[in-house]
């Protein structure tokens, strides 16, 4: 799923001869799913585009969505997370967007004391959370069954 309607483009072209995937366009504040219709919810890498405000209630979205758990892989804020991406975009890569868009993402993340009261607040269960190694978190709430 994918909100962008260019990435959505590529990522049918790409995928085009892998029938076992399908790419939708939907914003994830407004998903176009039954209740139930997913044994896990897993968001890799999209929390920290939204404000404090909205990542509590889009979890207890998506909580109605999942069965059996949510699963959250994220960034960590940390000033050697900046510099290390900082360094490494302009050693590795000359793509403007990414030069940009890296070292802004891990500006916008949250650290590991504010990822766990945002993700408490969305009050939907059970909170295990585990810091990954470099600069990561993974988060998992399991639901019922």
Known sequence: MEAD????????????????????????RDLPFKPASFDFVFCSQLLHHFSEGEIPPLLKKWSALARRAILVSDLV???????????????????????????????????????RELLRQAAIGELCLWPVFPFRLLALFPLRG
């Open 77 to 115: 804020r940390h000033p050697l997370a900046y510099l290390g991406i900082r360094l490494l975009t302009l050693l590795f890569t000359r793509n403007e967007m990414t030069r940009a868009d890296a070292p802004l993402s891990v500006r916008r993340s949250f650290t590991i004391p504010e990822w």
């Open 5 to 28: 309607p260019v990435s959505v483009a590529v990522a049918r072209r790409l995928t085009r001869n892998l029938p076992e995937i399908s790419v939708l366009q939907a914003d994830a």
